[in-house]
């Protein structure tokens, strides 16, 4: 039996003062800025804010309990809009499964042209989903390749160059 300095070693700690960690620093979102529902809500709630917290005296802390109601309204809003997405997201599959079990018996012009509209409005949500964060200068240059080139490197086992891209 040898004894090697790389071996794994896994340690844990356990205590009864442990303390459950908080939800971390607030960032605010800048999408929800473009949002004219949140900005109308946040106008309105402002303006709330100001009258409750009107007898405080101190401005600094008059700034922070207004920063506090912001916040909190900001993860409020967040949060029902994610729900929101994920109930119009979780339709909109519904509904796709329902139109290819309806293609699949009926493939009507009617029923695919359902179908190619409501898969725009699913993409459309994934995009919003992801807030748009598609870094285009990263992508590369699309090369014209013909459909046989494409196949016939799919084809070659082990391939010639393995670092090669595949997908135009």
């Not at 207004?66 to 979780?90: C, G, P, V, W, Y």
């Not at 964060?133 to 490197?153: G, V």
């Not at 160059?161 to 997908?167: F, L, S």
Request: net charge positive.
């Amino acid at each position: 039996m040898s004894f090697s300095g790389h071996a794994a070693v896994c340690f844990s700690l356990f205590s009864k003062e442990y303390e459950k960690r908080g939800p971390g620093f607030f960032k605010f979102n800048n999408s929800l800025s473009e949002d004219k529902n949140f900005m109308e809500e946040l106008k309105k709630n402002i303006e709330m804010y100001k009258v409750t917290h009107r007898d405080v005296t101190d401005k600094r802390l008059y700034w922070e309990m207004i920063k506090m109601e912001i916040r909190s309204f900001t993860l409020f809003f967040s949060k029902r809009r994610a729900k929101q997405r994920r109930n119009d997201e979780e339709i909109l599959q519904q509904e796709l499964s329902n139109l290819q079990r309806k293609i699949g018996l009926d493939p009507s012009e009617e029923n695919v042209s359902k179908f190619y509209n409501i898969k725009f409005k699913f993409n459309q949500l994934s995009l919003l989903k992801t807030g748009e964060a598609i870094l285009r200068a990263c992508e590369p240059e699309p090369r014209a390749a013909s459909r046989e080139s494409l196949f016939a490197s799919l084809k070659r086992f082990p391939p010639e160059n393995p670092k090669m891209d595949i997908m135009p």
